[in-house]
């Protein structure tokens, strides 16, 4: 070993997304190959400043691979973006001789961990905790496959539907700041059309795209909203739709919401959180500190975590440009 690590934390923060459970036993078993000890944080940077904190051995994160969620939960913590939040949290730490520290979650998680070992200087590793892939350093985040299968799953029982009643359908998934749930959804469902908060599609140039629809004798349509994208809500831009294109479509609206984010995480997301939290042990071993751990064109890749919050994971423009293609 090329540091003297003995005990490393580890824990979950911000949203919860279907493969944390893999990551989490892939750093207890792991940490346990290398006579490690490892403890679990409850709640994030919250159960940390409380002090909320476990011993896990090997059989505490059993038959937890298929479990969506997380079994150390997860909080939002105001405390800790305070000075005085932040100095209990290594007071914590400290108490229980903890080396170093796994965060598991989004951009506000890793966000954190680098203001804290600025402050503090203990090491951390990050891995890509979030259903947007929106993080820099890696081709796809941990929740992210899972996120997308449910999300296709439920567009495809709404075509059902839409096909029966030859409606327009517009169906709002999650994604802020970020496309990448909305474009696989839409390329994955057959979906006519897709709005995203890194394309500029206005109102009337969908509105133009379900006329053409309609002339072709498209009898019913899907749009894929991402609720970060310019032009509103799904039920408003369903609203302007409708108003302008009621004689053709009946226009409906399902927001899918925070279904995306449960369920058993798909056999991607458990391969990627098992590799990734692996992984993220191996570099606190060998002396790669304050990195987030990714994977790029298929192999394992360190980011600094000052780069991967400061950047943003960019939508490959062939996808959209396909995207626009076969939904013709």
Do not use: W
């Not at 207890?28 to 940390?48: C, E, K, P, W």
């Not at 496959?145 to 359908?169: C, G, P």
């Not at 133009?208 to 831009?237: D, M, P, Y």
């Not at 053709?248 to 369920?263: I, N, S």
């Amino acid at each position: 070993m090329k540091e003297s690590i003995k005990r490393i934390a580890v824990f979950t923060s911000g949203g919860d997304a279907p493969g944390m459970n893999a990551a989490v036993r892939a750093v207890v078993r792991t940490a346990s190959n290398y006579d490690l000890h490892v403890y679990g944080i409850f709640r994030g940077y919250q159960g940390l400043i409380e002090g909320d904190l476990k011993r896990l051995e090997k059989r505490d994160v059993g038959n937890i691979i298929h479990r969506g969620g997380t079994i150390l939960k997860t909080a939002r913590s105001m405390d800790f973006m305070t000075p005085e939040g932040r100095k209990k949290a290594f007071d914590n730490l400290k108490a229980y001789d903890i080396d170093a520290c796994i965060a598991i979650g989004g951009n506000g998680t890793l966000t954190g961990a680098n203001i804290f070992t600025e402050e503090y200087g203990i090491p951390f590793v990050g891995l890509p905790g979030t259903i947007d892939n929106d993080l820099a350093g890696t081709d796809f985040s941990i929740g992210f496959d899972t996120a997308v299968n449910t999300a296709i799953e439920a567009v495809d029982k709404i075509r059902d539907t839409a096909a029966s009643h030859n409606r327009l359908f517009f169906i709002e998934v999650m994604g802020r700041h970020s496309g990448y749930i909305a474009l696989y959804t839409a390329i994955g469902s057959g979906a006519g059309s897709v709005l995203i908060p890194e394309v500029n599609t206005s109102t009337d140039a969908l509105i133009q795209q379900l006329k053409q629809s309609h002339i072709r004798k498209k009898q019913f349509s899907l749009v894929i909203v991402a609720e970060g994208n310019e032009n509103g809500t799904a039920h408003e831009v369903a609203k302007r739709v409708q108003d302008e294109l009621g004689d053709l479509y009946e226009a409906k609206v399902t927001t899918l919401g925070h279904l995306q984010r449960g369920g058993s995480p798909s056999s991607a997301d458990r391969v990627l959180s098992s590799r990734l939290g692996h992984s993220a042990v191996m570099a606190l071993i060998e002396g790669n500190h304050n990195v987030m751990v990714g994977i790029s064109k298929g192999k394992v890749s360190f980011t600094p975590i000052s780069k991967a919050i400061l950047g943003q994971n960019k939508i490959n423009k062939d996808l959209i440009e396909m995207a626009q293609i076969l939904a013709i």
